[in-house]
């Protein structure tokens, strides 16, 4: 199957693909590079290329299905719910975050700034407790490091040691 895309060339030195939320397929790639090397290596991907338009259908069914009032829901659930929660965890693994901001992200379910301000989408509330918890645990661990590398993994384990299965729950 052949699928239409959009080029954008810099100065990069290789190819990349990305499915937008429209969706939309883009190539990224070097100036110079030829059409027709894009081309093949657009049609080399075609299943990469389809999982993730199907995946991109799911997330946009899945956001039309909330109405105003249910996200109004969960917004109060989150606010209610998220801060005791963060601060049960931070007890535990001896942090302080700076502040808890329940947001209407919809690309991320948490982050954590260089400051240890800790933010969570209205959308974690959709998520079993186990998945919910183990975001919470995530961004607080982004307090002792600000990366993602073993040490960070480490120190979720200490205080989930099935954090694995749970972050598999966000993927679903």
Known sequence: MAYEYKIIRSERRTLALEITEKP???VRAPRRCPT???QSFVESREDWISSHLEKQRLRAAQRQLLTDGEVAEL?????KELPPLVACYAETMGLSPKSVKITKAAKRFGSCSSKN???FSYRLMLYPQEAIEYVVVHELAH???HNHGGDFYALIKTVLPDYKARSAMLKK
């Open 24 to 26: 939309e397929i883009l």
């Open 36 to 38: 027709a090397y894009i």
């Open 75 to 79: 917004v109060c659930r989150a606010k």
């Open 117 to 119: 301000a800790l933010c």
């Open 143 to 145: 307090i002792v490091h």
